[in-house]
């Protein structure tokens, strides 16, 4: 009974870094399916493909799926990235210039369609399982479509809320998204994701 027990002990020990993998993607998808409208602030930083840090903002968002989306960056210059469920709003408050475009051109696979795209994300993307690190659980999402901006994206979640997003160019650099004070669901105005051009902004179609 007990060489018995011992296999069983090693048979189980062999099994769990599998069942420890599969959450990441369980927990990616727990995220999507239940996070329908949320906010939350963020941190990003660009790394060159030395590890050099270059770029480093802070700002806030809110979103509603599918498509609707506000991503406002508040620092070290203020900009607006506004989806309406139809379109892509970027406003340059510097450059007075707006750029609109088709949401799902926009879209697509990229790293937005995760938070707040549409909730089949298996359509988009290929999910891989990595190891825990850092108290979070982690999943490396692969975009079909290679001609987007990013090579693959790995997301790091806890309790089913996505905390950190690495995000790797075909180039070597990588951008860090931390988030922070994240509310799911969160309650928003029918006109929340309205824009509306500046009148002192030219606007720009793609």
């Known amino acids: ?104 051109r926009a879209l697509g696979s990229s790293p937005a369609a995760l938070l707040y795209g549409s909730k089949d994300i298996d359509s988009y993307f290929g999910l891989e399982a990595l190891s825990p690190e850092g108290g979070l659980v982690w999943v490396r999402v692969i975009p079909y479509e290679e001609s987007g901006m990013f090579e693959r994206i790995e997301i790091g979640l806890s309790s089913s809320m996505v905390q950190k997003m690495t995000l790797y160019d075909y180039f070597g650099q990588q951008t860090v998204i931390e988030f922070d004070q994240f509310v799911v669901p969160s309650n928003f105005s029918a006109d929340e994701f309205r824009f509306e051009v500046p009148e002192n902004a030219d606007l720009v179609t793609q």
């Open 1 to 104: 009974m007990r060489i018995k027990g011992i296999r069983l002990l090693v048979a189980m020990i062999a099994v769990l870094p599998c069942l420890v993998l599969a959450g990441g993607i369980e927990e990616l998808q727990k995220f999507v399916s239940f996070s329908a409208t949320g906010q939350a602030t963020f941190i990003q930083r660009v790394y060159d493909n030395a590890g050099v840090l270059v770029q480093e903002s802070s700002g806030d968002l809110k979103f509603a799926r599918p498509g609707k989306f506000k991503w406002h960056y508040l620092e070290p210059y203020e900009q607006l990235l506004v989806g309406d469920g139809e379109f892509l709003w970027i406003y340059d408050k510097d450059l007075r210039q707006v750029t609109q475009m088709s949401l799902d």
